[in-house]
């Protein structure tokens, strides 16, 4: 199903206040035991070749030969489509457990890749203005004591720093120390309390990555991460980086590339939650879109709105949500990009409200009210 505009108001007026879009939230506890993971598209992804508007007439025109051919794509609806790569989410599309926002962007209306992924990870209005990110200030208002929040990143990426306590782990394709060499650094550490604190959580996060901890590839990385996030005990809360998307040449072959690895990464995260997948909801965004039209060098270049993907088992999917503001070029973002009509922070908090009862004002420098999005979650 997708919402257009005309969608939008249709249902208002059929159901009135308490459907699509309202302008008030409710922030009452939420039961269960929601975990939720972000993935981050670091590089500015291509939202108009991973949920593809085939039925937009201006798509093709634009793109050329970078358009999807639409029988080759994953069809959703006679608007829009997956790219061919998304066979895994597609599947999760079919059953349910998926959905697509498309104009989506954050506050961010430059085009710094650096600029752009610092709003998106802080949640402020402006790059810069706001030193944690929202997923700290997340975890101190989460109810119920649980594992610390893990980035599975060679360092904490910025959305997870703040005061709250956090954790990383990034498996290496070095050999494993032998026990011998281990035994050797916890005895050099043991007369310094700081050190060897330290050490001792990473022993304890290297103990929890279990068999997988040397795995390198996307399905070897959605496998540690579930190993981590279905554990009873275990974070509620993980973020996961990808990179790549910045595809200024050659894009055909490197989105492919690249979305073939974010599938197989999340059917892997699927297949390892287990029972706990029902409660999962994974949101994949990234800092800005692209443009319109491809670029001579068979790329794109920096843009403003993109796509936002949910999945999990918790997520009321099949289905696309976009107010769709067309790609003639009259209607393009500064005549050149899909126009932003869907804030990305109003989606975040959308899902953290209604999967943690946390208001999202308390996280996002919102400059308007963050408006209820319905039909994203199950209840």
């Given at each position: 199903?997708?919402?257009s505009?005309?969608?939008?108001?249709?249902?208002?007026?059929?159901?009135?206040?308490?459907?699509?879009?309202?302008?008030?939230?409710?922030?009452?506890?939420?039961?269960?035991?929601?975990?939720?993971?972000?993935?981050?598209?670091?590089?500015?992804a291509?939202?108009?070749?991973?949920?593809?508007?085939?039925?937009?007439?201006?798509?093709?025109?634009?793109?050329?030969?970078?358009?999807?051919?639409?029988?080759?794509?994953?069809?959703l609806?006679?608007?829009?489509?997956?790219?061919?790569?998304?066979?895994?989410?597609?599947?999760?599309?079919?059953?349910?457990?998926?959905?697509?926002?498309?104009?989506?962007?954050?506050?961010?209306?430059?085009?710094?890749h650096?600029?752009?992924?610092?709003?998106?990870?802080?949640?402020?209005?402006?790059?810069?203005?706001?030193?944690?990110?929202?997923?700290?200030?997340?975890?101190?208002?989460?109810?119920?004591?649980?594992?610390e929040?893990?980035?599975?990143?060679?360092?904490?990426?910025?959305?997870?720093?703040?005061?709250?306590?956090?954790?990383?782990?990034?498996?290496?394709?070095?050999?494993?120390?032998?026990?011998?060499?281990?035994?050797?650094v916890?005895?050099?550490?043991?007369?310094?309390?700081?050190?060897h604190?330290?050490?001792s959580?990473?022993?304890?996060?290297?103990a929890?990555?279990?068999?997988?901890?040397?795995?390198?590839?996307?399905?070897?990385?959605?496998?540690?991460?579930?190993g981590?996030l279905?554990?009873?005990?275990?974070?509620?809360?993980?973020?996961?980086?990808?990179?790549?998307?910045?595809?200024?040449?050659?894009?055909?072959?490197?989105m492919?590339?690249?979305?073939?690895?974010?599938?197989?990464?999340?059917?892997?995260?699927?297949?390892?939650?287990?029972?706990?997948?029902?409660?999962?909801?994974?949101?994949?965004?990234?800092?800005?879109?692209?443009?319109?039209?491809?670029?001579?060098?068979?790329?794109?270049?920096?843009?403003?709105?993109?796509?936002?993907?949910?999945?999990?088992?918790?997520?009321?999917?099949?289905?696309?949500?976009?107010?769709?503001?067309?790609?003639?070029?009259?209607?393009?973002?500064?005549?050149?990009?899909?126009?932003?009509?869907?804030?990305?922070?109003v989606v975040?908090?959308?899902?953290?409200?209604?999967?943690?009862?946390?208001?999202?004002?308390?996280?996002?420098?919102a400059?308007?009210p963050?408006?209820?999005?319905?039909?994203?979650?199950?209840?």
């Amino acid at each position: 199903m997708t919402y257009s505009r005309r969608h939008a108001l249709r249902n208002i007026a059929a159901v009135g206040a308490g459907a699509l879009f309202c302008p008030r939230m409710a922030f009452a506890a939420v039961p269960g035991d929601r975990r939720f993971v972000f993935v981050i598209q670091r590089g500015a992804a291509d939202g108009l070749n991973i949920v593809v508007p085939h039925g937009d007439p201006g798509y093709a025109a634009a793109r050329g030969a970078l358009a999807i051919d639409p029988a080759n794509m994953i069809k959703l609806d006679g608007m829009f489509g997956l790219h061919p790569a998304l066979k895994e989410t597609g599947r999760m599309y079919a059953d349910g457990q998926a959905l697509a926002l498309h104009a989506v962007a954050s506050s961010y209306r430059e085009r710094s890749h650096f600029d752009g992924q610092n709003v998106l990870e802080t949640g402020g209005n402006r790059p810069y203005a706001i030193k944690d990110g929202w997923m700290n200030r997340l975890v101190s208002r989460m109810p119920g004591t649980h594992a610390e929040p893990i980035a599975f990143a060679p360092i904490v990426p910025l959305a997870l720093r703040g005061a709250a306590p956090v954790t990383s782990y990034a498996s290496s394709s070095l050999p494993r120390a032998t026990d011998d060499l281990m035994a050797r650094v916890e005895g050099l550490y043991a007369g310094d309390a700081a050190l060897h604190a330290l050490w001792s959580a990473a022993m304890a996060t290297r103990a929890q990555a279990g068999e997988d901890a040397g795995g390198q590839d996307p399905a070897a990385l959605g496998r540690l991460a579930a190993g981590f996030l279905a554990r009873p005990d275990g974070p509620r809360v993980a973020m996961i980086e990808t990179g790549g998307w910045d595809t200024h040449s050659g894009q055909g072959g490197r989105m492919a590339t690249q979305l073939k690895r974010l599938d197989a990464m999340l059917a892997a995260l699927r297949d390892g939650m287990g029972t706990v997948w029902s409660e999962t909801i994974v949101l994949v965004a990234t800092e800005f879109g692209r443009t319109v039209a491809a670029n001579g060098t068979g790329g794109t270049d920096h843009g403003t709105a993109s796509a936002t993907l949910l999945v999990g088992g918790a997520v009321q999917g099949r289905k696309v949500l976009a107010d769709w503001p067309g790609l003639s070029p009259g209607a393009l973002h500064e005549g050149r990009d899909l126009r932003p009509t869907m804030s990305l922070e109003v989606v975040i908090g959308n899902v953290l409200a209604q999967s943690y009862g946390i208001d999202p004002g308390k996280l996002f420098s919102a400059t308007q009210p963050i408006e209820h999005i319905g039909g994203l979650l199950r209840s």
